[in-house]
Antibody
Framework: EVQLEESGGGLVKPGGSLRLSCVASGFTFNDYSMNWVRQAPGKGLEWVAS????????YYADSIRGRFFISTDDAKNSLYLQMYSLTAEDTAVYYC????????????WGQGTLVTVSS | SYELTQPPSVSVSPGQTARITCSGD??????AYWYQQKPGQAPVVVIYKDSERPSGIPERFSGSSSGTTVTLTISGVQAEDEADYYC???????????FGGGTRLTVL
């Protein structure tokens, strides 16, 4: 059974940093592309970043480029999102999601981890 | 940046047909995917590659594509279908994913 479990969310002050983690199980992690998607309270889904096989390709949304960095550790079946210079607009539930093989469909999602940026 | 446009809300009575549209310039080149999200839950795919239905998704969910618009159709809407629905696709070069703003389906 495919499972994705995020962790690392919490309360952080404006200008602060945070690292999110997502541990994957039930599939061969390095065979799939992975994503971070966020959802601000009461708002819609926003794609944040994707990392393709073997980290050869990494893409970021304009809203976070230069502040957030996606990475993987295949040995630990883990996906990460390092976030810097956080603002209140970054307050959201952050989901990790797996791409379906050969498509841009995100077929499995974690339950999300809440990041709150507030003084 | 690339955008997908959805209506904010659609309302239908039980048993009627709900249609939710999603427009974007790259949709003729890139497949669209539809997600259902209920409060407090992660999104679930209900349609992939414009019109394919994953196993376990009821047959009343269908998808279609015409030019720069894709449509999610729910025939014989049930109370349990009340949720937020998001279309998702990629830019023409397949580098950036994008979600529509979401449509809240209300079952009257």
């Amino acid at each position: 059974e495919v499972q994705l479990e995020e962790s690392g969310g919490g309360l952080v002050k404006p200008g602060g940093s945070l690292r999110l983690s997502c541990v994957a199980s039930g599939f061969t992690f390095n065979d799939y592309s992975m994503n971070w998607v966020r959802q601000a309270p009461g708002k819609g889904l926003e794609w944040v970043a994707s990392i393709f096989s073997s980290s050869n390709y990494i893409y970021y949304a304009d809203s976070i480029r230069g502040r957030f960095f996606i990475s993987t550790d295949d040995a630990k079946n883990s996906l990460y999102l390092q976030m810097y210079s956080l603002t209140a607009e970054d307050t959201a539930v952050y989901y990790c999601a797996r791409d379906s093989e050969g498509s841009y469909q995100m077929d499995y999602w974690g339950q999300g981890t809440l990041v709150t940026v507030s003084s | 940046s690339y955008e997908l446009t959805q209506p904010p809300s659609v309302s239908v009575s039980p048993g009627q047909t709900a249609r939710i549209t999603c427009s974007g310039d790259a949709l003729p080149k890139q497949y669209a995917y539809w997600y259902q999200q209920k409060p407090g839950q992660a999104p679930v795919v209900v349609i992939y590659k414009d019109s394919e239905r994953p196993s376990g998704i009821p047959e009343r969910f269908s998808g279609s594509s015409s030019g720069t618009t894709v449509t999610l159709t729910i025939s014989g809407v049930q109370a349990e279908d009340e949720a937020d629905y998001y279309c998702q696709s990629a830019d023409s070069r397949g580098r950036y994913k994008v979600f529509g703003g979401g449509t809240r389906l209300t079952v009257l």
